[in-house]
């Protein structure tokens, strides 16, 4: 049984290439050898979905001013620098290990569907799962 040698389909006349079982357009049978039970068609058999697991790395922080105590929104560009605090106007240095500074938490957004995310730093190093589209993530800090 020869293979289908190309040229146009018999039924819709559509050139179809050398060695095709069907014509991709109206799939008619090519090859005058097979009959349609000769040609076994194998079952869909779909593929586990495997969970993947997406490190998140902060984008800022949310901390406390250690003047007043009133929660800032900080990038994490502004790590190690000095800054002004938007409520009391006193400037304070942003460092996380310091003892006045208290991280609340910390923001960024889901690898999986780019949401914001904002963070308890009880999670910090933790895998968790994405509150808007459930998508695994681990938390690096």
């Keep these: 049984m020869p293979p289908w040698p190309g040229g146009p389909c018999p039924e819709c006349g559509e050139d179809m290439p050398e060695s095709m079982i ?4 109206c799939r008619t049978l090519l090859n005058s050898d097979l009959s349609e039970d000769s040609v076994e068609i194998p079952t869909f058999i779909p593929l586990q979905e495997l969970p993947s697991m997406a490190e998140l790395h902060p984008a800022g922080f949310f901390i406390q001013c250690p003047n007043c105590t009133k929660e800032l929104k900080i990038n994490k560009k502004y790590l190690g620098q000095t800054v002004n605090c938007n409520h009391c106007t006193k400037p304070f240095t942003v460092d996380l ?3 006045k500074v208290v991280t ?4 960024a957004d889901c690898p999986h569907c780019s ?5 308890a730093t009880k999670y910090a190093g933790m895998r968790v799962a994405c509150k808007f589209c459930s998508g695994q993530i681990e938390v690096i800090v």
């Design 22 to 25: 069907h014509c991709r357009n």
């Design 97 to 99: 290990n310091h003892p």
């Design 104 to 107: 609340v938490a910390f923001y």
């Design 115 to 119: 949401q914001r995310l904002r963070l």
